[in-house]
T-cell receptor
Framework: AQTVTQSQPEMSVQEAETVTLSCTYD???????LFWYKQPPSRQMILVIR??????QNATENRFSVNFQKAAKSFSLKISDSQLGDAAMYFC?????????????FGTGTRLQVFP | NAGVTQTPKFQVLKTGQSMTLQCAQD?????MSWYRQDPGMGLRLIHY???????DQGEVPNGYNVSRSTTEDFPLRLLSAAPSQTSVYFC???????????FGSGTRLTVV
């Protein structure tokens, strides 16, 4: 069974600094997708970034980028120039590439605090 | 464009009562799913559907039923509520899962 592990329950960063959130996963599949979701206090789940396993290039979305290490099964999220609005829970998630299934597996989350 | 709409946002039930959590999407997404979020455990999949008339179990299906008669709607039924079902419930939809999921705003359910 696939599992997703986020080993940092809490992280903190100063405004304008850079922070990296860790995620590792376990799978025997070769075709899969990885996601980072942000959950602010409003409770809304917001897609931050996604990565296809078959792509070697790391995904980037503005200040957010990932370090995808397929052999190590690692998928970390880097937030550059941190802003107060980045404070939230961040969840790493995994999905198999199969068409006839829709199982998104989440890690337990990392709470990010941003200090002015 | 409303996205994914969940109702109600809050609900208190007594043990043994039944209820239905509603989920509707207007994006013509094939895939829909239900998750529950408990403190320290992330989100766990309850049931999912890859199209109208097709449903399957997720990680924690016991005590819940689903059906998918239309592309737009995917209700979650609690058959006989138990305190262990106190949680925040999220509905999500996706055109095809690998593009990412759009989540509803969640339902906070308390069973007393």
């Amino acid at each position: 069974a696939q599992t997703v592990t986020q080993s940092q329950p809490e992280m903190s960063v100063q405004e304008a600094e850079t922070v990296t959130l860790s995620c590792t996963y376990d799978t025997s599949e070769s075709d899969y997708y990885l996601f980072w979701y942000k959950q602010p206090p409003s409770r809304q789940m917001i897609l931050v970034i996604r990565q296809e396993a078959y792509k070697q290039q790391n995904a980037t979305e503005n200040r957010f980028s990932v370090n995808f290490q397929k052999a190590a099964k690692s998928f970390s999220l880097k937030i550059s120039d941190s802003q107060l609005g980045d404070a939230a829970m961040y969840f790493c998630a995994y999905r198999r590439g199969a068409y006839n299934t829709d199982k998104l597996i989440f890690g337990t989350g990392t709470r990010l605090q941003v200090f002015p | 464009n409303a996205g994914v709409t969940q109702t109600p946002k809050f609900q208190v039930l007594k043990t043994g009562q039944s209820m239905t959590l509603q989920c509707a999407q207007d994006m013509n997404h094939e895939y829909m799913s239900w998750y529950r979020q408990d403190p320290g455990m992330g989100l766990r999949l309850i049931h999912y559907s890859v199209g109208a008339g097709i449903t399957d179990q997720g990680e924690v299906p016991n005590g819940y039923n689903v059906s998918r008669s239309t592309t737009e709607d995917f209700p979650l039924r609690l058959l006989s509520a138990a305190p262990s079902q106190t949680s925040v419930y999220f509905c999500a939809s996706s055109l095809q899962g690998y593009y990412g999921y759009t989540f509803g705003s969640g339902t906070r359910l308390t069973v007393v």
